[in-house]
């Protein structure tokens, strides 16, 4: 719309750019971002979400979203500037206003009620969850405990619960690939890529804080440097090194490669290194981007260098002063 010429002539830094760019925002992120929590929270809580709530929540978002955004096209078309709050009495754009702000009160109570929704609720970190309550066909309501699913099962269309009746039992009673935890822990199979053919077993890191830490230290680090804190700046980055060191030692750690039996009988090693691994690949990638990026600086240094060598003359001695 705004890249018609004649039309963003008119609308250019309006309320009409405001409320398109809201429409898109909250429409095609905001929406799906609630819808998504009220889904899936049953699988990270003991309860789920109230349902009652929710179309309340809904039909309260919505129509403050088309009340508070649908009259600033017009309130931009009629000349309002973006990025100005207020505006003469006699301009003509005190009904639009109030009709724009009426329905950010509505958006705001409704989000006043996800939040009542949510504390009387999600209540996490419980030994189970709520579970399929909405009657979801994906396999992330396989039952699962801590670590993994009881097996991987076979999949056989887009929506397995709901066209493969039995799946969640056969899963549960182990009747698939790596039933009950060869290793004991987190791990999934690791397949060629033509053929989809077993080549071993990727044991997974368990949970741990230490990714948590090192993005704690990692945003310290960037967000002290804005206020010339470079001491505390430092020492953030310093302990987010150590702490991404600590994580990283755990994501591949040298084990055992007995095979062990993925399911039907089908034997895999536990552990795999050299180019079979992911590890072996992720380091000649990240060698060979650092050596395309060192060649580039190369590059410049001597196209620069050979177009105007008078440039790269050292300064003398008293240039200082």
């Known amino acids: 719309m705004v890249a018609m010429v004649p039309f963003d002539w008119q609308a250019h830094d309006t309320y009409f750019i405001v ?8 429409g095609g992120m905001v929406f799906p971002l609630f819808a998504a929590i009220y ?10 979400l109230s349902e009652r709530l929710g179309r309340w929540i809904f039909w309260l978002m919505f129509a403050g979203m088309h009340l508070a955004f649908l009259p600033m096209h017009l309130t931009g078309l009629m000349g309002m500037p973006r990025r100005v ?23 705001g109570f409704a989000v006043l009620l996800w939040i009542v929704d949510m ?18 066909p994906g396999l992330e309501w396989l039952p699962n405990d801590l670590y993994s699913v009881r097996s991987i099962p076979v999949v056989k269309s887009l929506y397995p619960l709901w066209d493969q009746p039995n799946l969640a039992r056969d899963v549960e009673a ?9 290793t004991g822990g987190r791990e999934t199979i690791v397949t060629s890529t033509m053929n989809a053919e077993p080549q071993f077993l990727l044991r997974m890191p368990k949970p741990s804080g230490w990714h948590v ?30 702490t991404l060191v600590q994580w990283c030692w755990l994501l591949d750690k040298p084990m055992d490669q007995a095979p062990v039996d993925i ?18 690949w992720a380091t000649v990638i990240t060698l060979i981007v650092g050596g395309m990026v060192a060649l580039l600086a190369g590059f410049s240094y001597v196209f620069l260098w050979s177009g105007r060598p008078d440039l790269w003359i050292a300064p003398p001695d008293d240039s200082w002063r």
């Open 19 to 26: 409320a398109h760019l809201h429409y898109v925002l909250i």
């Open 39 to 48: 889904y899936w929270t049953p699988l990270v809580s003991r309860r789920p």
């Open 85 to 107: 709050y207020t505006y003469l009495p006699d301009w003509g754009w005190q009904a639009t206003n109030q009709l724009s702000t009426a329905g950010a009160y509505l958006f």
């Open 119 to 136: 504390a009387r609720n999600f209540r996490p970190f419980g030994a189970t969850n709520a579970g399929n309550v909405y009657g979801g």
């Open 174 to 182: 182990g009747r698939y690939f790596l039933p009950d935890n060869p």
């Open 213 to 242: 830490w090192a993005a704690i230290f990692t945003a310290g680090f960037f967000l002290l440097l804005t206020i010339q804190a470079y001491v505390a700046s430092a020492i953030c980055g310093v302990l987010a090194v150590y």
């Open 263 to 280: 399911g039907g009988g089908v034997m895999a090693p536990s552990y795999a290194s050299g180019p079979r691994s992911h590890g072996w």
